[in-house]
């Protein structure tokens, strides 16, 4: 109680405020922007209501300052040029710690605090008791809380998968007997052992054929198990079981309901599953920002936002119950959009982008540190600008392929160029098979995926292309079902996995696809809740 009163009686801090505020507009008592301001009688002492009433209590009915009489009937409200100053002053929310990017108008902020969706609120599901954003709270008690309790939808296709595989076990157990007949019958010496090892090789064939069917019904069935467990089971969310479990998660971006507006939602993509469900927002709504992991932490780095570039990152820990997205301490040097970024030894490059502080491309390779106190420093220049480019890490050195010099796509290159680290030296690479810009790359190996992209003409492509980094030498993989412009994509052990983006004649797209390297084509997945371009994906870290 004590403390909620010291609350009460608190001014609200200046370092809120948009801009400087006047020292003759502040609490005399606490030197703060005063709540529920009063005068004194004479000489138009400014105090807060709370304070001034604790002192005249307490002390004399005289004022602190000018000692001329004054009690609570003889204190007067600020009216006209002082009252409009007061409620004009642009304040951040009583919620900014938990994400709030907002100004309000201090005559507003009692109602935007009401209202605010990053107000906290408590978990209602029994035995969890978490505080969450109130934006957030029907993510975290549907889908994200330990102890909610979940509805099973899928009982019949389990049991339908359950009889299945039991039938298709029963199938492999009668070909192991009828296996074991025939090595009996070898054994014996019998004249046809011939036919019998040929009909035996048919049988292991097909009993291989029939375990594979099995692993595959099996994987299925415990996915939807772990996430559609029985009516008032509760569960902890298990996590990756193996390769085809690994969770997605696709950040940002804009939206394609004809608004083009900048996204603050996350998806969660389960690749088994082919399901995808939302996470808790970002602070700030981005797109055309960098993502990356440090230290099983998800960091999206800079982006559009409000407008223009940002030169803030935001965290995501997976393992932190409840998942909360936090502002990093260290900042960007520069307000960035377009870029791309890296973690190396410790460290967090940040490639190219637009400078929104000077409003021209960059041509900048900046370090930070990713702890304590978060140096900054820039690192080197590239020969020429670049926006809406790729990097990827390989053995240590950076290559940096396609983009664009200005942004726009008539301008875009097919450079490659590899920086070495130790000699701090850039060096030419043969370039790519054709002009490209807002693609998406992975890794594979010593090999870098182009996926997508734009050419000259801002014609979306559907092109892949397989670039090594030893020879310089390009070859092209089969082409995607969708051409994508803007897209996202990951690798997960040798499964590329390629997420919306935009062409003219779809639009902006939802749709997933996957190809497998070594395949023949690219496979059409289930898609994800919102269109999305100038989005940014990772793999959950483990």
């Known amino acids: 109680m004590a403390a909620r009163w010291e609350d009460k009686l608190q001014g609200y801090d200046v370092s809120r405020f948009r801009g400087e505020v006047k020292v003759d507009s ?41 000692r001329d009489p004054l009690n609570q009937e003889t204190l007067r409200r600020p009216t006209g040029f002082l009252k409009n100053y007061l409620d004009d002053l642009e304040i951040k ?51 994200l809380c330990q102890f909610r309790i979940a509805k099973c939808h899928d009982c019949k296709n389990i049991m339908k998968n359950v009889n299945a595989m039991k039938g298709n076990q029963d199938e492999m157990k009668r070909k192991q007997d009828a296996i074991k007949e025939i ?90 599953e082919g399901k995808s469900t939302q996470l808790p927002r970002l602070s700030h709504a981005r797109a055309s920002s960098a993502s990356c992991v440090y230290n099983n932490d998800v960091l999206v780095v800079g982006g559009y936002v409000s407008k223009e570039g940002s030169d803030e990152i935001e965290v995501l820990k997976i ?54 106190p978060y140096t900054v420093k820039l690192l080197t220049r590239m020969a020429e600008p670049k926006i809406d480019h790729k990097a990827e890490l390989i053995d240590g050195k950076l290559f940096i392929l396609g983009g664009s010099t200005t942004g726009y796509s008539e301008n875009a290159l097919d450079s490659v160029v590899v920086y070495d680290f130790i000699k701090n030296e850039f060096k030419p690479c043969p370039p790519l098979p054709q002009p490209v810009c807002y693609m998406s790359t ?15 003409d801002n014609r979306a492509l559907n092109d892949v292309i397989k670039y090594d980094t030893e020879t310089g030498q390009s070859e092209r993989l089969p082409s995607m079902i969708h051409k994508r412009s803007r897209c996202s994509a990951v690798l997960m052990d040798d499964v ?47």
């Open 26 to 66: 502040l609490c005399v008592i606490c030197q703060e922007v005063p709540k529920d301001p009063r005068l004194c009688q004479h000489k138009d002492h400014i105090f807060c209501f709370a304070h001034i009433s604790q002192h005249l209590a307490q002390n004399s009915e005289t004022c602190p300052v000018c």
């Open 93 to 143: 929310c009583d919620h900014h710690d938990r994400g709030c990017p907002d100004h309000v108008r201090l005559e507003e902020l009692p109602r935007h605090v009401e209202e605010c969706v990053y107000a906290p609120v408590m978990c209602r599901n029994e035995g969890c008791g978490t505080e969450v954003n109130k934006r957030d709270i029907k993510a975290h008690e549907n889908d």
């Open 183 to 272: 090595v009996d019958e070898f054994k014996a010496g019998q004249d046809e052992t011939n036919v019998q090892m040929s009909a035996m090789k048919i049988d292991q064939d097909e009993m291989k054929e029939s375990m594979k069917e099995i692993k595959k019904q099996l994987k299925r069935l415990m996915a939807m198990m772990m996430n559609q467990p029985s009516q008032g089971v509760i569960i902890n969310d298990p996590g990756p079981v193996n390769n085809q479990d690994i969770i997605i998660i696709i950040i940002g971006g804009r939206c394609g309901d004809g608004s083009d507006q900048v996204l603050d939602t996350l998806e969660k993509y389960n690749i088994a």
């Open 319 to 372: 393992n932190q119950h409840p998942l909360q997205w936090t502002m990093f301490d260290g900042k960007l040097p520069i307000r960035l959009s377009g870029h791309d970024v890296i973690v190396y030894q410790g460290n967090l490059y940040i490639v190219g982008g637009l400078n929104w502080n000077e409003r021209i491309p960059s041509d900048a390779i900046y370090e930070i540190a990713l702890t304590p």
């Open 442 to 456: 992975v890794t594979w190996g010593k090999i870098v995926i182009v996926v997508g992209g734009a050419d000259r």
């Open 496 to 542: 590329i996995v390629v997420f919306g983006g935009w062409n003219r004649k779809q639009g902006y797209l939802n749709s997933v696809e996957s190809y497998t390297m070594g395949g023949n084509s690219w496979k059409e997945l289930p898609g994800m809740i919102e269109k999305r371009r100038h989005a940014t994906a990772i793999v959950k870290p483990l």
